[in-house]
């Protein structure tokens, strides 16, 4: 029988190498979950940043707009003012000639510079007479080239002196230095390109050719001679193919001085000198052909500098002809950037230059009136019946299931509830806030009642049973005592259902409030719209300047967003009691 103290001591399953290599296991395993949990919150982070840089970088270009100042005359009696800003834009460039040219100088101006004469004269401010100096509203495209939007238009100084010779329609240009290598080398390289693509093209007829020749020993009779004749035409079109590309590749390699033409695909080159501005249409390195587009005061030889383009003129909406005659107007400071206010006090419009907001806000306080006006006090008094009076059986259980699973349906559900009773049963008026507040205040309704009834369950079995204890009734322990209680808990939960019903757009597209409205609502049945309709509309919309002002809308809708969370937190902190 073996002692006491020839027993093997005891090991603990603490100590050891097996319990160490546990808890090394252990403390790598919660590293590992920290760093997840890091990465994950990092990942959503950037994300958010993203998002607002995306939206805030674009949505910033609203803030201000352009406007031209030119002569115009205005009678006292004048009610045609489309008519005045066409005169005034023919008389401020009397040098465009032909309906092309005076077209593009139309498009110099917004159909708002019209709207904006209108309103000045009904609110008694518009200066009349002849020669006023007047501000009109840039268009949307314009707006744009002067953002930078079309490309950058760079000017440099020339190396060599310039000298200007008329050659019938067109101007002589030769500079004593290689000053036109830069619009030489892209013509060169457009010329590259073109060639490529007939290379690619004359091999593609190659493949044709082979093909249909592996098939010859296959055919035989009318289909044999078919497919031969169009293997002569493949054969013919691949030389004609390649005789151009061999062509532009001589150009291209060609060491004399000719000069080679610019194509609208190219980048657009101009030549500003003697006040007046040239396009040029053909380059060698040292000489160039231009066609005036702005009419030169002289040809005596003087300064002058060359300005590039690197956005061909297919590829923007703002012609040579409109972008010599913005840079020669913004050279005169005759353009001006102003505050844009307008995107706040105007509604919708076919003219993003025009468009704002105003509609929008006030048809989205209209149906967020109506919203709070049904869902708070029907959920709150829903909540206050399940949570306080109604007795626990199948009945209120089968209510409490539903409402909780009426929180997780799909919005565009309510829209289509919306639609089928209350527009087509009861005739609710059509993209109406109305209608809108309807079909919000019943998708807000579940959130407000789960909320409400978590925070009067919060408040403490104590403070009904002393009112009781008091002699007050029932109701009295519940309106007099609970409710305010509870009602911080309530109020915030209501203001986070109004805020995710600010947001929501399905269920309104459902109802008909994605219809075109410029009025701005004045009661709760006339036709509007609300900002994140406005949004959809807007991202929807063709021209490119819309683009800022969805950001720009989509900006202010995340401002009453996060208002209206601030309000829910500083309210739940200021009355918030700890039991």
């Known amino acids: 029988m073996m002692s006491e103290t020839t027993m093997p001591p005891a090991v603990s399953v603490h100590t050891g190498e097996a319990a160490k290599k546990r808890m090394k296991k252990r403390h790598n395993a919660e590293k590992r979950l920290r760093a997840y949990g890091i990465i994950a919150i990092s990942l959503a982070a950037l994300a958010l940043v993203a998002l607002l840089y995306n939206v805030f970088a674009r949505a910033v270009s609203v803030r201000t707009e352009h406007y031209i ?38 498009g110099l101006f917004s159909d708002g510079a019209a709207d904006d004469m209108r309103d000045a004269a009904e609110a008694g401010t518009l200066e009349a007479g002849s020669g006023i100096q007047r501000r009109f509203l840039l268009s949307d495209s314009v707006d744009l080239y002067l953002r930078g939007v079309f490309g950058t238009l760079e000017e440099r100084e020339p190396e060599g002196a310039l000298t200007l010779s008329e050659d019938g329609k067109t101007v002589l240009l030769q500079s004593t230095a290689a000053d036109f290598n830069d619009a030489l080398g892209l013509v060169k390289a457009g010329l590259a390109q073109q060639s490529e693509r007939l290379r690619r093209e004359a091999e593609r007829q190659s493949a044709g050719i082979e093909t249909l020749t592996a098939r010859l020993p296959s055919l035989e009779g009318p289909e044999l001679d078919d497919t031969k004749a169009q293997i002569e035409g493949f054969k013919a079109k691949r030389a004609q193919l390649s005789g151009q590309a061999d062509a532009l ?86 353009i001006e950037e102003v505050t844009n206010w307008r995107f706040f006090t105007s509604s919708d419009s076919t003219q993003p230059e025009i468009a704002g907001i105003y509609g929008a806000l006030i048809g989205s306080m209209w149906t967020m009136l109506v919203t709070f006006s049904l869902a708070f006090p029907i959920g709150v008094m829903a909540a206050i019946y399940l949570e306080e009076f109604a007795p626990r059986n199948r009945w209120t259980d089968f209510i409490e299931v539903n409402i909780n699973n009426l929180a997780a349906v799909p919005s565009i559900v309510f829209g289509l509830l919306g639609l089928a009773v209350f527009l087509h049963f009861f005739g609710v008026p059509r993209s109406s806030p109305l209608a809108g507040g309807l079909v919000l205040a019943l998708m807000t309704l579940p959130t407000i009642i789960i909320a409400s009834r978590a925070s009067i369950r919060a408040v403490p079995p104590s403070i009904r049973s002393a009112a009781l204890g008091l002699g007050a009734s029932k109701v009295q322990t519940t309106f007099h005592h609970v409710l305010p209680l509870a009602m911080p808990g309530i109020l915030t939960g209501t203001i986070i259902g109004m805020a995710q019903a600010l947001g929501e757009t399905a269920p309104l597209l459902m109802i008909g409030m994605v219809a075109f409205i410029t009025a701005v609502p004045e009661g709760i049945t006339d036709s509007a719209t609300v900002l994140p309709v406005q949004v959809f509309n807007w991202a929807n919309a063709s021209e490119r300047a819309f683009d800022m002002r969805t950001a720009a809308a989509i900006a202010v809708l995340l401002g009453f967003l996060v208002v209206m969370n601030m309000i829910a937190i500083i309210l739940r902190k200021r009355f918030e009691r700890r039991w």
Do not use: H
């Open 249 to 334: 590749d001589a150009t291209i390699m060609a060491q004399g001085g000719e000069r080679l033409k610019l194509t609208n695909r190219m980048p657009s080159f101009f030549v500003r000198s003697n006040d007046g501005i040239l396009k040029l249409t053909e380059v060698s390195s040292t000489t160039a052909l231009g066609k005036p587009l702005i009419p030169l005061s002289g040809t005596a030889a003087g300064a002058w500098s060359l300005l590039s383009l690197d956005r061909p003129e297919i590829g923007r909406p703002v012609k040579d002809f409109q972008v010599a005659l913005v840079e020669d107007l913004r050279a005169k400071d005759r």
């Open 69 to 106: 100042t030119v002569a115009a005359d205005i009678s006292k009696d004048e009610n045609d003012f489309l008519k005045v800003v066409k005169t005034a834009a023919r008389e401020a460039f009397p040098f465009a000639s032909g309906r092309t040219q005076k077209r593009e100088v139309y």
